[in-house]
């Protein structure tokens, strides 16, 4: 059987070399490509039918991007062993790819259309999540399915110590960057961004995106070749219904209503809903009764003329649908310390979103474990983002966090994590929890907002606190007229152009999200929409240090406690004792958790109660453990077991000495009857420590008067 494999190559300015090859592999799909750069190889795949759905007016694109562990050679953990539903991880993958393609398949192209990207072959060095986008666009491109791209996305670092921009760079060199981002985009525009930053200028953002957008651009070219040398021609479709004397008619008889509606300028969502629906039902009462009017069509193009002249509002009259100029924030009140039992929290309402968030202050027990092909290990911060169906007065059952949960609650934990104390300053797990009560426009960064006042209200000493803003944008390529809007309302977020969330301190950036919906998307209008933000974000920050400026200067009484302790690491075994014997006994007889770590060749003993006496007793007896007996000093021993020849006794925990019967008594005596007790507490003193046995040797009698001498 003969194979028409074609390959391509580009080579990126690390040196690294990527290479795409199509005709091998899944040749039943429309399209597919494996795509290889070191020795991660991804296979990316693409499936569309012919026809769309009945009454479907949108794209049903599903992505999924999954990781294999027989691609680096492991076994999935769990029972099932065998890969299962996504993971987090792999679920925000699968946003970042979906984000970058949707915008570019035609606004008529309706066919029931799914991308599978799987990781085939892993190497730690060359990360797969930055190439994700570049493999689906190619397998796109090679197959017939309509697409306005190819699209290409790389991940971009600031690196710390040089200044310099590197793409697609080794783990290693992400944690010496001071930003990290993943770009996507047209050979033209940047369309998806997603990242996080170490509170860095509006110019550095910038700059990275314009150093990312060279080489996708390269890589773009690559994908273009690659298509004409497998040749496939575009299908034709047609899955619109159409009714062009229905859409003339309604334009003309319904476009100047639904201005005056959007003129209303009401605040309030619900309202200003029900005023665009009005004008609709009310055309649509008057029509004859035996009206032939496909229902779906009168939705359909009177959703057109809502969404156009919602927009010509903002272009033509410099005004929102609620009134704000293009730049005013809505009002904003806020409130902490709102649930007593939580160890932090606090509400955050701007205009119509609304977010009731929790601080949880957990052990190192707490933290979460993760296991992916090219990822393990544990996260000490949570942040977990609800939307439930009442925040938006809908009926929705409750089936768990779905993509986009999961999505909004990431970027909240981005931008939140970068002001957090390093582990050493506070060894706890933290847990924020931000519950949607309400939204409109933006509740992810009013889980930003949230969530900072909720740690300050816990006493967490955050570096700085952080808000976060949602940018749009709309505009109008004939007159070439466009508004920057800030804070976002969900409608708007729905006609624009543009989403931009930027989560930051006054000082700079800390993360950032953007999708962009239409072509030519200049830097210039970039850069406005980022300072813009910033004002916004200076703004927001002002009004949440009018709630709490700064972290209490104490934990809540009801948070847990900590002390920590650094021992020596052979000290590790005694403090834990035979199967966990001593460490299980000192947990239950304090009341207290303890976790033992070896940390640089050393032990790291962290204590954690909710009681300062509990922490106290815990400290005592773990300090008597390890420390090392002194000769000279006195101690409180327990009588544990009696011999014809003295007593064992436990003179510091986990220490015993013969208390030989020579040293209880300066008086002779022939045995230990009646003398003392099991049980007993006594004072002995350390008189000498064997070096060849390291036995002790225990004296009594030495703290006892001595009889004077008789004559």
Known sequence: MSLNVITKSITLPNGNIITVE???????????????????????????KQEAGV???????????????????????????????????????SRLVDRALRPLFPED????????????????????????????????????IPFNGPISEVRVIKDKDSGAYLINPTPAQIENSTLELIVAATSKDIIMVEGEAKEVSEKDMLEALKAAHVVIKEQ??????????????????????????????????????AYDAARLQEVNKSKRSDNFKKVLTDWVSALPADHTYDTFLIKKYYHDIEKEAARKLVLDERTRLDGRKLDQIRPIWSEVDYIPSAHGSAVFTRGETQSLTTVTLGTKLDEQNFDSPMNTGTSRFLLHYNFPGFSTGEVKPNR??????????????????????????MPYTLRIVSDILESNGSSSMATVCAGALALMDAGVKIKAPVSGIAMGLITDTKTNKYAVLSDILGDEDHLGDMDFKVVGTEKGITACQMDIKIDGLSYEILEQALDQAKQGRLHILGEMKKTISKPRDDYKQNAPRIVTLTIDKDMIGAVIGPGGK???????????TIV?????????????????????AALRKIKGIVSVPEIGDVYDAKVKTLAPYGAFVEFMPGKEGLLHISEVKWERLENMDGVLEVGEIVKVKLLDVDKKTGKYKLSRKVLLPKPEATT
């Open 55 to 93: 009454d479907v007016d949108f794209l049903p694109l599903s992505v999924d991007y999954q990781e294999k562990f027989g691609a680096v050679g492991r076994f999935p953990g769990g029972f099932l062993k065998r890969e299962s539903k996504l993971s987090d991880y792999e679920v925000l993958i």
């Open 596 to 616: 033992i770590e070896e940390v640089n060749n050393m032990g790291k003993v962290n204590i954690y109660a909710t009681n300062g006496d509990d922490l106290e």
């Open 220 to 257: 773009i070219q690559l994908q273009v070749e690659l298509a004409a040398a497998v040749g496939k021609v575009k299908r034709a479709y047609d899955h619109e219904r159409k009714d062009e004397a229905l859409k003339e008619k309604m334009w003309a008889d319904l476009y100047a209503k």
């Open 22 to 48: 199509t005709g091998k592999l899944a040749k039943q799909a429309d399209g597919a490509v494996v795509l290889r750069s070191g020795n991660t190889m991804l296979l990316a795949t693409v499936c569309s």
């Open 400 to 425: 768990g966090p779905g993509r986009r949960e999961i999505g909004h609650g990431n970027l909240a934990q981005r931008g939140i994590n970068m002001v957090l104390p390093v582990s050493d300053e």
């Open 582 to 592: 001593v460490i299980q006994e000192m947990q239950k007889t304090t009341n207290t």
């Open 109 to 144: 192209y309706h066919a029931d259309t799914q991308v599978v990207i799987q990781l085939i072959s892993g190497d730690k060095d060359n990360l797969p999540d930055g190439l994700a986008a570049f493999a689906a666009s190619a397998a796109i491109s090679v197959s017939d």
